[in-house]
Each structure stands twice: as structure tokens, then as C-alpha cells.
């Protein structure tokens, strides 16, 4: 046996010993240590199959309502029906909102409560989306912005419309937002916000059919 490789060996045996001494010495606290890792995995594990259920209700309660929302039968969307057969989506978020399809019926609902003109609760849940689905998260911003417009909030509700014209490149209704943008700079008096944007629809969206409205505005900005 070569020498470096004996002493390789008696490095390993030392770091043996050393590490069935600190388990000897420290026995409990190493299986309090497993124990609570035990415990912390298996919480994980029920959190995720609670969740994954949790998911699979909400999808069969918006399978229920979104018959009804699409009438644009708001209320009853909200509140669900007088029998109880659609619960509605006010309680889908309340009580699986956390969930990705709690947070799509998050996003009907606060439609629903513009559509009846509860504007701070449709602002709510606007600002309460948290999915991760790009086209939900840019219709909430959109969502806030119809909300500060139709309280006249008009620089607010521009920029809003701008974010989401900006925040996803594969929406389809980009150029309908740097539309609304524009406009809502032009009645806050912003005009150059609201050129820049009307020339930005004109170069990058040339067969939109909001340049003929947008070319109105931009008439009497010359």
C-alpha cells in the first residue's frame, strides 16, 4: 500500500469517528432535527394535494357560472343562483382564490362588479390578481385602468393602459390599449404622452382599426 494512499484512508477513518462522535453526543437533537424535516415534508406534500384539489373544485364551480357569465348575467354571476346549484364567483374567490382557477374567477368577478358598477370592489379584485397566467395578470391591469377612468381619473388610468400594453407582446388587444392609453392622456391634457402613443399605433399596429379614431385626435394636436 502506497503511503499517500494510507494516509487518505486514515483522513477518511478520522472523519468517521469524528462523525459518529458528534452523533453520540448530539443523538437527540439530531433526531428532533430529522423528525421536524419528517414533519415539514410531509406538510408540503398535503399542502400540494390540498391545493391541487382545491383547484379541481374551483374549475368545476366556474364550469358552473361561466354559462351565466357569459349572458352577462353579472349578479347572478356574483351571487350565484337562488337554488344553489352555482354558488357564484364571489365565493369561488373567497374561498379557493389562492388557487389558479380562484384567480381566473378573481378576474370575472371584478368584471362582473364593473359591469354593475361597484367600481371600488371591481378595483379589488383587479388589484388582488396574483395568477401566473400573463393574459389574466394584463386584463387586471387593463381592469384598473377602466376603473380610474370611469371615475375621471384620466393620467391614472393612461398609464394603466400603457403598463398593460406593455406587459405581454403576444396580447391581442395591445393596440386597443395604447389606444385607450392615448386617449386618456389627451383628456388628462397630457398631449405629448398622448402623441408619442398615437404615432406608436400608427407605426406598430398600421391595420389597427382604432387609427382611424386615434388619427381625430391627433388631428388637433397639430
Sequence with gaps: ???QKHQTEEKLMTAW???????????????????????AIAGIILLVNKRKANNEIAALELGKIK????ESKFQ?????????????LQFIVDEYGSTE???MAKIMLANSYYA???FDNAEKYYKDYSGSNPL??????????????????????AKQYEKAANLDNTNPFIDQYLFYAAKNYY?????????????????????????TESEKYKASLQ
Design 1 to 3: 500500500m502506497s503511503k
Design 17 to 39: 469517528y469524528k462523525v459518529v462522535d458528534f452523533f453520540e453526543k448530539n443523538k437527540k437533537h439530531v433526531y428532533t432535527a430529522l423528525t421536524i424535516l419528517v414533519i
Design 67 to 70: 354559462t351565466v357569465y357569459n
Design 76 to 88: 347572478q354571476a356574483i351571487n350565484g343562483d337562488s337554488t344553489g346549484t352555482s354558488k357564484g
Design 101 to 103: 382557477n380562484g384567480q
Design 116 to 118: 354593475v358598477r361597484d
Design 136 to 157: 389574466l395578470m394584463t386584463s387586471a391591469t387593463a381592469g384598473i385602468a377602466s376603473v380610474y377612468e370611469s371615475r375621471n381619473q384620466f393620467k391614472e388610468a
Design 187 to 211: 383628456k388628462a391634457g397630457d398631449f405629448d404622452d398622448a402623441k408619442k402613443l398615437f404615432t406608436k399605433l400608427k407605426e406598430d399596429y398600421p391595420k389597427s382599426r382604432y387609427n
